[in-house]
Every structure is written in C-alpha cells, then in structure tokens.
C-alpha cells in the first residue's frame, strides 16, 4: 500500500492561560478555548491541524472541526506525521488488546476500535465474523478512511466492510453513511456468535453498528443462576437478554420494545437458539407505559434504555425519565428480585445515575442491595484522559422489599428530584460531627 501522510492545513492558537486541558491530554478541544484558526487557501473541515499556545508553542495535533464546538479531536502531543505508520501503530495496538476474543471459537464480534478509548478519535471499528461495522463519527476520520480501511483490510481481511455514519456527529460531512466500502455486505442479517449463542445482527438497519457488542459480559451475568425465573426485559431490542436469560433456565420472558422489526428479529433469534415459544412473551409498547401500567411481577428486570441525555440541554428531563422508570420498576419486582440498570447517555455520570436510582427507591420505599458496578467488556477501553468516554455504566440490584406503586401515574417533579440528588449523601457529611452537649 502506498504510504499516505494528512497533511497539515490548519493552526490553531489558543487564548491565554487556555493550554492546561491539551497539557493534560484530553483529546478534546472545545471552541472556548481558541483564540485564532489560521486555515490554509485549500483547508476544508476535517484536515489536519496544529494546535499551539497563545505564543505559538506547539502542544498538540489533531483534525479539525472549525464549526463544531469541539473544534478539533487530539491525535498525538508530538510533532509528528499523521500517516500510515501512525494509523497502523493505533491499529495493531488495539488489535493486540482483543487477540484472545479475534480467536475464541465461542465469540466472533467484538469491537476492534473504540474511537477515544483507543486514541483514535472519532472512529469506530465492530467485527461481525467476517463483516466490519464502521463509524465515522467526525469529517476527520472520513478524510482518512483510506489509511485506515486499507490497514483494516491488510490485518482482518474481512469479506466486506459498511460504513454507519452518525449524521448528528457529522454535520460537515457531504458522504452519506451506510456505504459499502469494501466487498460484499448482505442486505439481509449475517449470522454471529456470542459466548455460544448464535444471532442474527442486521449491519443496515440495526442501531449503532448493528448489535450492542458493549453488553456482551453483562449478558452473561444476566444469564447465570437464571432457572425457574420471571425475567422482563424493558427495552429488548432483538432479544440479547432475554436469549441468555432463557438459555440460563428462566421459566418466562417478557420482553417489551416499540420497534415492531427489532421484536421480529428477537423472534428469529429466539428460535435460531431452540427456545421454546411458549417462555417468551413480545409486547410492542412503549416501555415506559408498559411498567406503569402493569401489575406483573418478575424475579429479574432488565432496564437498558437507549441515550435519554443525548446533549446537557436534555440532561433533566433525562434524569426524570430515569427515576420514573426505575420507581415503577421497583414496584414491579418480587422479594429478592435483582435488577440490572444501564444508562447509556454520556452525560450521566455513574454517580449522577446512582442518585437517581437511590431517589426513585427512597420515594416508594424500596430497600435495595448493590451488587456490582457494571460496564463494557475488554474491547470497549476507556481512555484515563477521556472520561466522558465511559459512556455505559450499570448497576446490579437485589430488591430486598419491592417499592408501593405512587399514587398518582407522573413521574416525581423536577424541584423534588434535584432537591433528593442535593441531600443525597447528608449522612456522609454529617460524619464526624459531634451532637452538641449541655452543660
């Protein structure tokens, strides 16, 4: 392959005093903090640039986004070229950390690149067997796709390659997502396997890449002691939980989601595993509605929303969202139930979203136990510079006494749900305070 170099056509100088978070190497540059971009004649969005102090030292170098507010995603804090070699560095040094899952005769996906996580900004690599699942999350990452497609190919060699772009993350870019990039992709699902567990993943129509790769252990965890159970699985998708959960002996399953071709898929996967239909229940509502108005009640609940934060300005009504769900659901599970909780919105943090849950359990009287903090798998690294990128974060409950249905159908109120995330902790505070004496 010929060797290819992005050249650098952009300079940006920061404001004074602005330097610390790219001295701290966060791989994200925020508009505030430019004072100057400086563009070549030929510059268009998504080159390469220089980023330098306000007095023109140089501190870091990444592609550029000049409309966006994150105005450019770090690559290296070195001076040096961003071609071939750098990309294949990248590459094989992710490619390194999955080896014993590119390998296993009982998984074949799993994700190969895990943008930020794997100093890659803005790209992300799934493996389906012999497929790759592509996002291109900014115009610098399609500025570079034939670097790193040609590596992809060289190191994986699969039989085809899509690219799924996110048109929200892409606003500078004119191609349009959903390409086939290389070889063949069918346009019906390609067959998978997970831990053992055969699965149909459809690389066009399914949400992200095509599969929720990033749930693959909590999966397993749901699946394990599962005999003789009630599951419900809120959010189901095309059936991930609810297979493991059937596959570990669970006696029913109900699964609710609004998508009538997820639920046909899920009914596909279901029977690719040799379930009986007798033990899975498909209700095409909304979950939300679904577990208020409900009077079931299940030994294992399985709360896996899709982003309900998708930016700061949606962060309340978010966090609202959250605690109706999970009150309700704490008045829809039997003694010792467990719950397993996700949130998938990057702008709940996992202790934003612990305050949520203990609000929802204090306002119906639920006493629950925390089992483990859940998150990815090994193939989905966080960056210990990019926080935001730990974006699933997950809560395994035991529900020691099930919460009383409120009395009124509405979620809790916005001034009492920031009024329990503000006294969250008092006792904490209170610690070490002595009670004053008379004397």
Not at 87 to 94: G, K, N, V, Y
Request: net charge negative; aromatic share 8%.
């Amino acid at each position: 392959m010929t060797s290819q170099t992005l050249d650098v056509r952009f300079r940006i100088r920061l404001r004074p005093g602005r330097e610390r978070s790219v001295e701290l190497r966060h791989p994200w540059l925020f508009s505030g903090a430019v004072e100057e971009i400086e563009a070549l004649p030929d510059a268009v969005p998504g080159d390469v640039g220089d980023i330098v102090s306000s007095d023109g030292r140089f501190l870091a170098r990444g592609t550029v986004h000049p409309s966006s507010q994150i105005v450019s995603r770090l690559l290296t804090w070195r001076d040096e070229p961003i071609d071939e070699a750098f990309f294949a560095a990248r590459i094989d040094q992710a490619i390194e950390l999955r080896k014993g899952l590119l390998t296993s005769h009982r998984t074949n996906a799993c994700r190969i690149v895990n943008s930020e996580g794997d100093e890659l900004p803005g790209l992300v690599v799934d493996r389906y067997h012999q497929h790759l699942s592509v996002q291109t999350l900014t115009a610098g990452m399609v500025r570079a796709r034939d670097i790193w497609l040609g590596l992809l190919l060289e190191r994986l060699s699969p039989l085809g390659v899509i690219e799924r772009g996110d048109n929200s993350a892409r606003e500078e870019i004119d191609a349009e997502p959903g390409q086939v990039l290389h070889g063949l992709v069918p346009s019906e699902p390609i067959l998978i396997q997970e831990n053992g567990l055969p699965f149909r993943v459809d690389l066009f129509g399914g949400q992200k890449t095509g599969f929720y790769l990033d749930q693959r252990d909590n999966r397993a965890l749901v699946g394990s002691d599962c005999a003789h159970l009630d599951l419900l699985n809120l959010f189901g998708f095309t059936g991930g939980f609810s297979i493991y959960a059937a596959d570990g002996g669970a006696e029913r399953v109900v699964q609710v989601d609004s998508s009538g071709p997820a639920h046909e898929l899920a009914r596909q996967n279901w029977e690719l595993n040799g379930l009986p239909e007798s033990r899975l229940t498909l209700v095409e509502q909304d979950a939300f509605r679904f577990v208020r108005e409900s009077d079931d009640l299940f030994d294992r609940l399985i709360l896996d929303p899709p982003p309900l934060a998708r930016s700061r300005q949606s962060l309340d009504s978010a966090l609202r969202a959250y605690k109706d769900l999970h009150l309700w659901s704490f008045c829809r599970a039997r003694p010792n139930a467990e719950i397993f909780t996700f949130s998938c919105s990057q702008h709940v943090t996992p202790d934003l979203f612990q305050k949520v849950v203990f609000g929802a359990a204090h306002d119906v009287g639920a006493r629950l136990q925390w089992i483990h903090r859940l998150g990815p798998g090994r193939d989905h690294p966080v960056h210990l510079n990019h926080p935001q990128g730990e974006y699933l974060k997950g809560l395994h409950l035991r529900v020691l006494e099930p919460g009383t249905p409120p009395s009124r159908k509405g979620g809790t109120g916005h001034d009492e749900l920031s009024g329990q995330l503000d006294d969250f902790g008092t006792a904490e505070r209170d610690a070490g305070k002595r009670p004053r004496s008379r004397r």
